[in-house]
């Protein structure tokens, strides 16, 4: 079993990562990720560049915007990789807004299970009906599919 070098090619981190070049080249340029450059203008990657993608992909299956991520990445000093105690610290700042994402979803799935995209079936059923604009009185939107943590109603 071959030992990963201390840097790493373009190439090589798209390979072990899965993450396309491209995509490599647009954190690096959103500060996300950072590579050295060679005599020849080439691309190095440090190798816990693996691990700071891993943090960046996790961070946005979660949901978080690359603002967000980049903000969180840039509470760690030197521009290193997270540990598990970072990420406990950063997860934990992002609870609330995970569960207002997780109770929208799960209102989502919930009441438009008869739904058909909103050439909607019946009108008498359907859990979006604003008859009279009654909902209006809580806010822009689909109060019904809001979190309720951002102000969404049964």
Request: aromatic share 6%; net charge positive; charged share 30%.
């Amino acid at each position: 079993m071959s030992t990963l070098p201390e840097s790493l090619t373009i190439g090589e981190v798209a390979e072990r990562s899965g993450v396309p070049h491209t995509a490599l080249r647009f954190y690096e340029e959103r500060g996300l990720i950072f590579a050295e450059r060679t005599a020849g203008n080439q691309r190095r990657y440090p190798r816990a560049v693996l691990r700071r993608l891993a943090f960046i992909r996790t961070a946005q299956r979660v949901g978080l915007s690359l603002e967000e991520i980049h903000d969180a990445l840039d509470t760690l000093p030197e521009r290193r990789t997270p540990t598990k105690v970072d990420w406990a610290r950063l997860s934990k700042s992002w609870r609330s807004e995970l569960e207002a994402r997780i109770d929208s979803l799960q209102r989502l799935r919930d009441n438009l299970t008869s739904c058909v995209g909103c050439g909607c079936l019946s009108l008498k059923s359907c859990h979006l009906v604003n008859t009279d604009d009654r909902l209006a009185a809580f806010g822009p939107g689909a109060p019904r599919l809001k979190a309720a943590s951002e102000g969404g109603i049964d």
